[in-house]
């Protein structure tokens, strides 16, 4: 069951497609569990984190042999398999950078995942291309019930599933999607949507969630809260205010088709040719050019390349992944070296 | 005129602000009782202490410090939870309870004003059901059952009477 990294990164996501995939790059549904009669990861005192995490272990591994989920304990894993993890969205940043033990579990499609003693004791995750909520948390309802079935978790007629932030409390679940809004920051209306989303009591969180930056032009929409009305209704909910938002940066859009036509192609043609020339070039560059080429798809003014090409581009020209291509360290500069190599080769393969 | 609260005689002419734990105290006084207080503009005195002496004559106000729980299950204390952000154990729910309702009540009264149940979602298998989720639901059967007996739907009606006695055994 153990795993031995580096891995494959393909997950079923990274394919694309699904409702609305040309704005909607992936609909995510966590659910925050806690162990009863345990003390929270986040006490000062770490000694139930051990029998947490064997408790856990044991009750993954009497999952029906089909489910094949990888067990692997974070701790165990270098700096660099952490990272890789962290980019593919299997683990958050405070499960890579945490310290005690701590694991992950993932399905073969790495499509399910659950973080071990990281806020909570369990945060399980369903991850899917598209405006596809419900069927998130579908995938993760059915683990939930799995994992219910074997463990206790805290809870409480009056609270709900019991969490160490209450912030999380009740339901245990947090919606993300991860919008792609270029039209919107071109057009000057991103700050106008985001007054909205928090108004709709919704946060916009970075690209590797809560704590992180925003990249390229991507914007992870999440709830803010999490009880007092049902899972379903949370979900009809959030998909409401996303699909508003999807249906403005497509106005947008449009908008700069029509009347902006010729701004929209240099923008977009420019991102190409500096992705093609560069000799060095920053993640954070390489995620903003790579964002103008995936408007480019969408908008059909670029047919080379296709959502998931781009989907795919992004995810390896960041730090960990592109070291593992290397199949060595690199030091921040080498980095940028590699990566303009890296995407200069594949760019030329398009042609 | 705001007059020296110490002597009670004298105009106050230096006037110190403290703000603790979200509470507010003000103390005015002259110059002569901030000296004798050993309070000069030169020198940073303990100004919680004098404001302290200052709330035993007077400024004292009911709420001004929150009394500490302790969790007896995991030892977390409720000024730890205030500083971290973060609770030690799942009790602290129990050992906070009247605290930590209000403070996910007024996060949700913000979202839905006058929503009643603070969890209204699913539940694991094995734990007891919610009762005002359950009260609620007979409350609004048998409205839908006396809507139904106007409008003479009697087999909708009674299809109602089944389920509210079904769910008033559980």
């Known amino acids: ?351 | 005129m705001l007059i020296c609260q110490i002597c009670k005689k004298k105009q106050a002419t230096i006037h110190l602000t403290d703000i603790h734990n979200n509470v507010k105290k003000e103390v005015h006084m002259c110059e002569g009782c901030a000296s004798e207080k050993g309070f000069s503009l030169q020198s940073a005195a303990d100004i919680p202490q004098l404001l302290g002496l200052a709330s035993k004559k007077k400024v004292a106000s009911p709420q001004a410090v929150e009394e500490d729980i302790v969790c007896p299950v995991c030892g977390q204390r409720w000024s730890d939870f205030n500083s971290r952000g973060r609770l030690g154990c799942p009790n602290d729910y129990q050992a906070f309870e009247p605290r930590l309702r209000k403070l996910v009540e007024s996060q949700l009264s913000s979202w839905h004003p006058g929503e009643v149940s603070l969890h209204s979602g699913k539940v694991p298998p094995g734990a007891p059901p919610d009762l005002s989720r359950q009260l609620t639901r007979i409350h609004n059967l048998e409205r839908e059952l006396r809507q139904a007996v106007e409008m003479e739907h009697f087999e909708e009606a009674a299809r109602l009477k089944s389920e509210i006695s079904r769910l008033k055994v559980v």
């Open chain 1, 1 to 351: 069951m153990d795993i031995s990294l580096p891995f494959d990164p393909a997950a079923a996501w990274l394919a694309g497609g699904g409702p609305d995939a040309a704005i909607a790059v992936t609909s995510r549904v966590r659910l925050a569990r806690n162990l009863a009669n345990h003390n929270f990861p986040t006490h000062p005192d770490q000694s139930d984190r051990s029998s947490v995490l064997s408790d856990v272990r044991n009750a993954f591994q009497s999952l029906p042999d089909g489910d094949g989920y990888t067990w692997c304990e974070i701790d165990r894993q270098s700096n660099l398999e952490r990272h890789l993890l962290l980019e593919s969205h299997l683990i958050s940043r405070e499960l890579a950078d945490g310290t005690g033990p701590r694991a992950l579990a993932f399905n073969p499609a790495k499509s399910i995942s659950v973080m071990v003693n990281e806020e909570d004791h369990l945060r399980m995750q369903a991850l899917c291309s598209g405006l596809r909520l419900k069927d998130a948390f579908a995938s993760v309802d059915q683990l939930d019930n799995a994992i219910a079935s074997r463990l206790a978790f805290a809870y409480s007629p009056l609270f709900g599933y019991l969490t160490s932030c209450p912030t999380n409390v009740g339901t245990g679940l947090r919606a993300s999607v991860m919008l792609h809004l270029p039209a919107l920051v071109m057009t000057s209306h991103i700050e106008k949507v985001f007054r909205a989303i928090y108004e709709m009591h919704m946060a916009v969180r970075g690209f590797y969630g809560e704590g992180t930056e925003a990249m390229g032009d991507f914007y992870q929409i999440s709830n803010q809260i999490t009880c007092g009305r049902s899972e379903n209704d949370i979900l009809a909910d959030m998909e409401a205010s996303i699909k508003a938002i999807i249906s403005y940066e497509n106005r947008a859009r449009e908008e700069l088709l029509e009347r902006e036509r010729p701004r929209l192609e240099d923008v977009i043609w420019r991102s190409w040719g500096i992705l093609e020339y560069a000799r060095q070039i920053t993640s954070e560059e390489a995620m903003r050019h790579l964002s103008n080429l995936r408007l480019g798809v969408v908008t059909k003014i670029l047919d080379s390349l296709t959502l998931e090409s781009i989907q795919r581009l992004l995810l390896l020209c960041q730090p960990a992944h592109l070291q593992q291509i290397e199949g060595h360290n690199l030091e921040s500069d080498e980095r940028d070296i590699a990566r303009a190599t890296f995407l200069r080769g594949s760019l030329s393969l398009t042609r």
